[in-house]
């Protein structure tokens, strides 16, 4: 049986409009899995046109009252960002019985303590996936995947837009001004980056965590912040010179009841898990006493990655028990040999004229082309010939290795290793 | 007001004794976080003395239905794995009216349709985060973070004995067979390891991911599985020859309404964020239509790790609402000046005599000891010095800076960078 939740979405910008067309576009997805039917009630926004244009089968006000007035909307996202009115109407939803789902990390961050005596108080609750690392579920995991550990540390790049500045200027030699005129034709930087170059929306993401995993209020006025600004091409050379990558990085540990919590651009070995995320990825690094290091990597923000953290709190605070699930039926697994991906084989031949010339014959009747060869001077009788092709289907490949396993100048088994490339998504 | 959940542990093994020894540890953090105050109330084992040293204050039986039809029990952890008697053990205490968490891999991915059937069936739940990537919460993850999302694909790193052997061959040019006794004794292969190098259990792996993902039950029979003996030193030496990596993926995706699932070596390019996953390290990537993807790595196996996960269902399976937690208080920030770190300095010196000597002096004076220093031939009047410390006490490093700085001979801002190693607990 499913459960319908009305949900009203106030602020109708970027993910405000993503928790919208995410739902449109996964509806039947999320009741599957979650036994929840989301339906968007009510959004309000002070552009009311734009939001009738984008979201015409909706009820649409300026005043976000309407919606936590309302009687029937069980669920308040608030998708406002800053302090007033966005505390004040968080406050209110709680008091009128509705549990609230937000994205506002600065409110969070500097208000955090009286959201949550205000949770208390009224007995209904507040998710907040959103409002740290964008699609990464790192929320949940501190709160229910690491609940059984001590959090030794949190060390994370939790912004997007320097990380991306600080991967420019490494790779392409950039200034941080050009990388940063950059990442705003790009899109990664807003037009006013003031917030995310000196580090203060980091700092808002690691007191969150903070506040989680030390639960204490953090006072943060006080977490010291620096930002990228000073940081030159030249010393990210030395940095690379001595084997480290300079990261902007979010650190917080409790050290002899001190809480050492701090955002700066940090030094870390080029080794290192954090080293390797680049551009606007966002990465977290949560050290458990029981887990040892557990580590979360994923788009730190966008419409989409942070709507899914938002749909994600409200389908948690919809459903009253795990859910079950039902399976759609049995799965039909692909028969390997249909599978298209690239190959790596490797083969011992004698050295001589026309081999190579022989087997590639092969490979082209097949209709699998070469990508790479390697073949390799060596003084003796039989050299491994190393090739590597494009995408092919498996079937066709196996066919082709037969063939020129029975080629009397090919000594041994033929070696075979599939190759991905991950293109289509991953970087 | 805080809930106390009984719990009966079935196999005092590795795991077992972790979950035991995890709850006697850490039961104040998880009562403060979660609201639920743990108890093991009876542990089954055959070994009964073994239990009784290790958990003196237990009931200890060497009979499962002692645990099942215990009335006073709320939650049975099947930790025995393998089929039988864990998959009657399981059954009988879901129709006894009890939750319970498995960490038993095999069994969920070749007789999971049956089980779900029995959860269905009785309205109680399983929880099985254990049962996959170890302390890495990757079932939360694609069950609650990425709920809205429609999965396009799995692709894992999900058996720690296989990634550190072939780790091993890649770092060490080590042959397998070495590589695998070493692995051996050092306690990340078992005596028998079979199951992992074969790609068994990296298989059982991906089919729960699968099965999670795409709502379908998983003929595990048919799911393509190829091991690691046959990769050589040579072929992973080629591999890295063309930018490659190899390392044995579960991959998962559903393709036109079948489902490409397989596990075999596969060469990933060097880039790739699982490439740089080692050792005994698991990593799992999912693929979501809204986030993107979101990348988990950690510890895939071990007594602690795998006891978190299982505490986390327990915790998760016991908690009624989302609890709300409370502050022990305002955190006390550390003062930057107390802080602990390594130095990465710059300055612009002349190019003349007894320069170094003056600033090492400064520096010496202070109690910091310069770990590296750079300075290159340049033909210019001005020249710079690179300087990496090692750790120090930041009040300190802050006043050799000020020191240095007022130094006639050195020009421009001394610029300031933290270094930070994560040489604890990290690789």
Not at 31 to 54: F, M, P, T
Not at 185 to 208: M, S
Not at 312 to 317: E, G, P, R, T, Y
Not at 373 to 395: C, G, N, W
Request: hydrophobic fraction near 40%; glycine fraction near 10%; proline fraction near 4%.
């Amino acid at each position: 049986m499913r459960t319908t939740i009305n949900i009203g979405i106030i602020g109708f910008g970027t993910v405000g409009s993503g928790v919208y067309n995410l739902i449109k576009e996964n509806f039947e997805t999320i009741a599957i899995r979650s036994g929840v039917e989301l339906k968007v009630r009510a959004i309000c926004d002070l552009q009311l046109s734009h939001v009738r244009e984008n979201a015409p089968d909706v009820f649409v006000t300026e005043s976000w009252s309407d919606i936590t007035s309302d009687p029937d909307i069980d669920i308040v996202a608030e998708l406002i960002g800053g302090t007033e009115p966005a505390l004040s109407i968080i406050k209110d939803a709680l008091r009128k019985g509705k549990n609230v789902v937000t994205a506002n990390k600065k409110l969070l961050a500097e208000r955090g303590a009286e959201i949550f005596e205000t949770v208390v108080e009224t007995g209904n609750s507040i998710g907040f996936e959103a409002a740290v690392g964008g699609g990464i579920p790192c929320i949940l995991t501190l709160k229910k995947g690491m609940v059984g550990n001590q959090i030794r540390s949190i060390v994370g790049i939790l912004n997007g837009t320097t990380n991306y500045i600080l991967t420019r200027m490494a790779e392409d030699a950039l200034t941080f001004a050009d990388s940063l005129k950059n990442a705003q034709t790009l899109g990664f930087a807003e037009a006013d980056p003031t917030f995310d170059i000196e580090g203060v929306d980091a700092g808002h993401k690691i007191a969150i965590l903070a506040m989680l995993s030390y639960g204490r209020s953090i006072p943060f006025e006080l977490v010291p912040i620096e930002g990228i600004k000073n940081i030159s091409p030249i010393d990210i050379s030395y940095a690379k010179d001595v084997g480290y990558v300079i990261k902007l990085l979010g650190i917080a540990k409790l050290i002899n009841g001190k809480l050492d919590i701090r955002v700066h651009p940090t030094m870390i070995p080029k080794g290192h898990p954090l080293a390797s995320i680049r551009d606007e990825f966002n990465s977290v690094l949560f050290e458990g006493d029981m887990t040892g290091p557990v580590i979360l990597n994923g788009k730190g923000a966008g419409s989409l990655p942070t709507a899914s953290s938002v749909i994600s709190d409200i389908v948690q605070l919809s459903s009253k028990r795990d859910y079950p699930g039902k399976f759609i039926g049995k799965a039909e697994v692909m028969a390997p040999e249909d599978r298209i991906s690239r190959y790596y084989i490797r083969l011992y031949t004698e050295d001589s004229p026309g081999i190579l010339s022989q087997i590639s014959g092969v490979l082209g009747r097949n209709n699998i082309s070469i990508a790479s060869v390697i073949q390799k001077e060596v003084d003796e009788k039989f050299v491994p010939l190393i090739i590597v092709t494009h995408e092919a289907r498996e079937s066709d490949m196996l066919k082709c290795i037969d063939e020129i396993q029975s080629f009397s100048f090919v000594k041994e088994r033929i070696v075979f290793i599939r190759v991905e490339d991950f293109k289509k998504g991953m970087k």
